[in-house]
């Protein structure tokens, strides 16, 4: 939820945090709850994807995973852990058999690709960044050996390198022309766009899509067609590598086996994520352009002109789009040509593939809960997806033949079975309230709270992690205060949890107050007469909800110890186990972890600070958070692993000596500017 107004309370707290520098299980006998039986939340108010997401080796699980790939004798898969390993085991579902392949130590590992003659040459080509104090970004041929395969000892063979930086690419393809496809990034972290101001510059790799021929000298030759190989290019200083170029992070691509033409997953940078449809020659436009956007109208564009691209996403659908392949299997017939590609904050997939006119023929295959990192097309004709830190498991993409019951979802809250009397907001039978210790940042409205939970089964609280009936629907209501007036009621959210997938919905209420009706995924906004004057109120978008509410965080954020222990002796939680909301044993909060209220000058000002931050922050600030810049900001972590004295993250403001966090010094502390600010770039990314 977005106000256009200046912020009116929380300087103050702003300038405590930047001063600032156990579980143990109860059980009770619990009462039986009071079912709630009015619910009509059910299902979803969208007609169902095409497409679902299936374990498909549910046995195996691998560490942070960045890619798949199948051996070309289809028997075997191979799996890339970011920490260097690579791992091969059979295709076969019901298999819990995996073998290590080869470990490359302290890097980072990207990708791999097998040789087109793999059964002849057994070559198997990665790309990694190599840490340390030479730390760049390699393409590498290594030689499998032995029975199992293996690394060959010593048979690295470093074929390429460019800076690492941040941005760095990492995807490797071998088109079927023979020749090996790889992406690079713009070398740089994200801020200033473009640092190193290189996408229009064809005299370095960075920010481009690379072609090479790697069958004829080592380490490689430059293929007839690549845009720069003529003479009087390379004399001009042009890499003649370059396929294309004006990229700024594109981590995976695929190349379209009729055509030639690679289809590119391109990070943006604050506004937009962008596919791009790339031939010999094409220039993306960064940083000049961010998508259909001037950014940088002052960079000279490269010696190609700049073409938009395919499909561009708004930050509120997608945040970093992950490229999969242009499918050209048997089995899903209704996705031949189309580009499948995700996004790894929101789980979304989605296929594109251009109309004969070039325009974008676009849809949703699937919402999914998973952290996106790859995808494959397995000669059989499946589609596979990666998940990265969620589960750490393969997944397959099948048809949804689910019935459509979208026009059965209450479209009004009056519909929903929550509240018996929308007048006063009584709740209907079994619809409990609740209260949180941390209140967040929401525009200047103040909230209440509610869980309801059919059937007889309570949660089981976690600390890392709680359990929750199906069914279950978390609901807070969201009013602006108007004096000694009646308060405007806004908003109404909902999280619902049904076969194992959290689902967010706003209800938007009507000028009288006497309802509130379901906003459409893509947000809404509405115009408020205030007492404060006309404001602007921004329901947010079902992805914008995701950035928050995603498999990194837990999904449910109010809901758990620390934030339910409102007090010392856990009065709150103790009673919720007594109105059986709570199953009979239930986590109090770890000692590190425990919330005081910022607001209450009682309480230590250094345990005030981290609990805002955690309240507001540390759902993406956290270790294996979507945050771009990594800071970790959750109560229970000492202050010395926080990593706000590492750096200034996007940008310092322009103040001298800054950090994000500069003890006692709050005007040379980045995280007080970026909480103040309005517009992009300010923190946190929901509200104003």
């Known amino acids: 939820m977005q106000v256009k107004r200046q912020r009116s309370k929380g300087y103050q707290i702003l300038s405590v945090i930047i001063l600032l520098f156990t579980q143990s299980a109860f059980a009770q006998v619990a009462n039986e709850r009071v079912s709630w039986t009015t619910s009509k939340v059910v299902g ?14 549910p046995e195996i699980r691998f560490k942070l995973p960045t890619s798949l790939e199948e ?24 298999k819990n058999v995996r073998r290590l392949v080869g470990d490359l130590g302290n890097v980072a590992l990207f990708d791999a690709e097998f040789h087109p003659d793999f059964a002849q040459n057994q070559q198997l080509f990665l790309c990694y960044v190599q840490k340390g104090e030479k730390s760049e970004t390699r393409v590498s041929r290594f030689f499998l050996r032995g029975e199992p395969l293996a690394f060959e000892r010593n048979s690295e063979q470093i074929l390429l390198t460019w800076p690492s930086g941040g941005h760095n690419g990492g995807c490797l393809e071998f088109g079927l022309d023979g020749l090996l496809y790889i992406s690079t990034g713009d070398g740089a972290g994200p801020n200033p766009p473009d640092g190193l101001t290189t996408g229009q510059n064809v005299n370095d790799l960075l920010g481009a ?3 090479i021929d790697i069958d004829r000298e080592y380490p490689y030759t430059i293929p007839l067609g690549n845009p720069f190989e003529n003479p009087l290019d390379k004399k001009a200083g042009a890499r003649p590598e370059i396929f294309a170029y004006g990229l700024r992070n594109p981590f995976k691509f695929g190349i379209d086996k009729r055509t030639g033409d690679v289809f590119v997953a391109d990070n943006g940078w604050e506004t937009w994520e962008l596919i ?12 000049v352009m961010e998508g259909r956007a001037i950014l940088r109208g002052e960079v000279p564009v490269g010696p190609t002109p700049i073409t938009p691209p395919l499909k561009d996403h708004h930050h509120s659908e997608a945040n970093s789009v992950i490229g999969g392949p242009v499918y050209d299997g048997k089995k899903l017939t209704d996705l031949a040509g189309t580009f499948v590609y995700g996004d790894y904050i929101t789980g979304t997939i989605w296929g594109v593939r251009p ?36 589960t750490g498991q393969i997944y397959r993409l099948l048809p949804n033949n689910r019935v459509d019951n979208s026009a059965e979802f209450p479209r009004r809250l009056s519909e929903t079975g929550i509240f018996r009397s929308l007048v006063d907001l009584v709740p209907a039978a079994g619809v409990e309230p609740y209260d949180v210790v941390v209140k967040r940042w929401m525009d200047g409205a103040s909230a209440r709270r509610w869980i309801a939970i059919p059937g007889q089964q309570g949660v089981r609280l976690g600390n890392d992690g709680s359990v929750f009936p199906n069914g279950t629907v978390l609901v807070k209501h969201l009013e602006l205060s108007q004096g000694d007036k009646t308060p405007i009621r806004v908003e109404t959210q909902l999280l619902h949890y049904e076969a194992g997938v959290w689902s967010p919905y706003i209800y938007q209420w009507n000028d009288e107050g006497k309802d509130a009706t379901l906003v459409a995924p893509e947000g809404a906004q509405r115009n408020l007469l205030t007492s404060d004057g006309e ?8 992805n914008e909800c995701k950035l928050c509410h995603n498999a990194g965080s837990g999904f449910v954020l109010g809901f758990s110890p620390s934030q339910l222990a409102m007090t010392k002796d856990d009065d709150q939680l103790h009673e919720l186990a007594k109105r059986g909301v709570l199953a009979g044993d239930f986590a109090s909060p770890n000692v590190k972890a ?50 706000t004295n590492k750096g200034t993250g996007i940008g310092t403001f322009g103040l001298r000596d800054a950090k994000l966090i500069t003890p006692g010094d709050p005007y040379r502390s980045v995280l007080m500017y970026r909480m103040s600010k309005l517009g992009y770039s300010r923190m946190p990314y929901i509200g104003s």
């Not at 425990?594 to 805002?612: G, I, K």
């Open 71 to 94: 051996f070309p004798s289809g028997e075997q898969l191979l799996v890339t852990e970011i920490g260097g390993k690579v791992w091969a085991f059979p295709n076969k579902r019901d």
């Open 276 to 287: 791009h449809r790339m031939k010999a020659g094409s220039n993306g436009g960064w940083p």
């Open 535 to 542: 404001r602007t109120w921004r329901s947010s978008a079902v």
């Open 355 to 390: 109309d004969k006119d070039g325009s974008a023929i676009h849809r949703t295959l699937v919402d999914t809960d998973l952290r996106i990192v790859a995808f494959h097309q397995s000669r059989s004709g499946d589609i596979y997806v990666v998940d990265y830190d969620f």
């Open 594 to 643: 425990r919330l005081v209220d910022p607001w209450d000058e009682t309480f230590d000002l250094n345990d005030r600070a981290r609990s805002y931050l955690h309240g507001n922050c540390a759902m993406c600030h956290h270790p294996g958070g979507n945050a771009i810049v990594s800071f970790y900001l959750r109560r229970e972590l000492p202050f010395d692993e926080l990593r």
């Open 44 to 57: 979803s108010p969208t007609t169902p994807e095409p497409y679902r997401v299936e374990l498909a080796f």
């Open 209 to 211: 899509i690379l072609r």
